[in-house]
């Protein structure tokens, strides 16, 4: 099993950029599919960016795609969501999740779960 911890979150003007990392203590990292997600105040959480084990296939929700990237580093047990043009609609607290079956956009198909960090953009 893995542990996800988030960090990065913070304060962002509208266009700014931001860089979340998820780091995953757990000797099988490599195996899992990792993936971020999001959760606005009064909505659901939703998927935002997911790659696959050896970092090779990568995909993105519609809102974010062309703004946001997702990388992971297995030799550092860490995947990465570098944001840019960030607009206020992207202010949520932002989860790292782990997934055994691949990739899934609900929340439901992944077993582990980080404790979130909040991004907000505002000027």
């Known amino acids: 099993q893995v542990q996800p911890v988030e960090s990065g979150g913070g304060l962002v003007q509208p266009g700014g950029s931001l860089r979340l990392s998820c780091a995953a203590s757990?000797?099988?990292?490599?195996?899992?599919?990792m993936g971020w997600f999001r959760q606005a105040p009064g909505k659901e959480r939703e998927f935002v960016a997911g790659?696959?084990?050896?970092?090779?296939?990568?995909y993105y929700a519609d809102s974010v795609k062309g703004r946001f990237t997702i990388s992971r580093e297995n030799a550092k047990n860490t995947v990465y969501l570098q944001m840019g043009s960030l607009k206020p609609e992207d202010t949520a607290v932002y989860y790292c999740?782990?997934?055994?079956?691949?990739?899934?956009?609900?929340?439901?198909?992944?077993?582990?779960w980080g404790q979130g960090t909040q991004v907000t953009v505002s000027s």
């Open positions: 757990g000797r099988t990292f490599t195996t899992y599919f």
């Open positions: 999740a782990a997934s055994n079956v691949g990739l899934r956009t609900a929340p439901a198909g992944y077993e582990y």
């Open positions: 790659i696959t084990r050896g970092g090779g296939s990568t």
